[in-house]
């Protein structure tokens, strides 16, 4: 009996870490579009907030306007990874914490031909629940800074 007591307190934290981690990757709020103004520019936004958005991203589209962009909403802040998959624009990638930009990768190029275990991998520099995908050029074009503010509108 003691030993069935001995493997539900190995197995109950492994389902709810796995809990958390599925419902982290489902939608956050069932929104597609938004507005994002950094600097007093604004950006019409596209909003990826659920698994499949997400994956799929910016993969395909052919052309961002210099106010366009797609918005990247997760539910709780963690380290978060970018790459290039399917994408035929290069873009600027933005990382956002709690309304404020902490980094930015500028002028990212596709990666045509390059097979997914060989893509590059853009990291954040800290854990955040927000990332905002834009035209390349864009942040030097505005002159976005680190410590900028952000306002999202869903």
Do not use: C
Request: net charge negative; hydrophobic share 45%.
């Amino acid at each position: 009996m003691f030993r069935d007591f001995e493997i539900w307190l190995f197995v109950i934290p492994i389902i709810l870490i796995a809990t958390y981690i599925y419902f982290d990757g489902l939608v956050v709020r069932d929104i597609n579009v938004g507005k994002v103004s950094i600097n007093g520019h604004e950006f019409d936004v596209e909003v990826a907030n659920t698994i499949l958005s997400r994956q799929k991203g910016l993969s395909g589209k052919e052309e961002l306007k210099e106010n366009e962009g797609m918005l990247f909403v997760f539910g709780s802040s963690q380290p978060r990874r970018f790459w290039m998959k399917d994408m035929l624009i290069p873009i600027d990638i933005i990382w956002i914490n709690e309304g404020e930009i902490v980094g930015f990768e500028k002028n990212v190029q596709p990666e045509p031909g390059v097979p997914v275990g060989g893509l590059k991998i853009y990291a954040s520099p800290i854990p955040l629940s927000t990332v905002l995908e834009v035209r390349a050029g864009v942040v030097d074009e505005l002159g976005i800074e680190v410590g900028d503010s952000v306002l999202v509108r869903l």
